[in-house]
């Protein structure tokens, strides 16, 4: 792992939460996406070396939508940039931690991602991410 890469937040609405984030972080939220396969929208903030994603389901039955109904808006997951995603889901693999994900997905922001399930992690959410080659 290299570093923290970014900091999930699930809200209710990023059209309310932008605003609120600016103010807070006193940055502009510089990328919006949709992450169709995983059912959400999102939106970034650069915070020094690292970044705070805002989660916002675009489907129903999303993962986010999920978590907002059973826990309400608030932190959602933790993501560590990798070198090398595969490399790091095998030997976490057989380290013996469950995995959500065990062939990295597209993700925003040009990201290779993955996740391993919280059950492995005593409760939280972790997110494995690596940069797309250009």
Request: proline share 4%; hydrophobic share 45%; charged share 30%.
């Amino acid at each position: 792992m290299k570093r923290i890469e970014h900091l999930g937040i699930a809200v209710e609405s990023l059209e309310l939460a932008i605003p609120l984030y600016e103010a807070l972080l006193n940055v502009t939220c510089y990328k919006q996406e949709s992450v169709v396969s995983e059912g959400v929208k999102t939106a970034f903030f650069k915070v020094g070396e690292s970044k705070i994603e805002l989660l916002e389901a675009s489907i129903p039955d999303s993962p986010i939508a999920k978590f907002i109904a059973k826990n309400g808006p608030g932190f959602h997951h933790v993501a560590f940039e990798v070198d090398d995603i595969e490399a790091e889901l095998e030997r976490l693999q057989k380290a013996g931690f469950q995995l959500i994900h065990e062939r990295f997905k597209d993700g925003a922001d040009n990201k290779k991602i993955a996740f391993l399930h919280p059950k492995a992690t005593k409760g939280l959410l972790v997110e494995l991410c690596q940069e797309k080659s250009a």
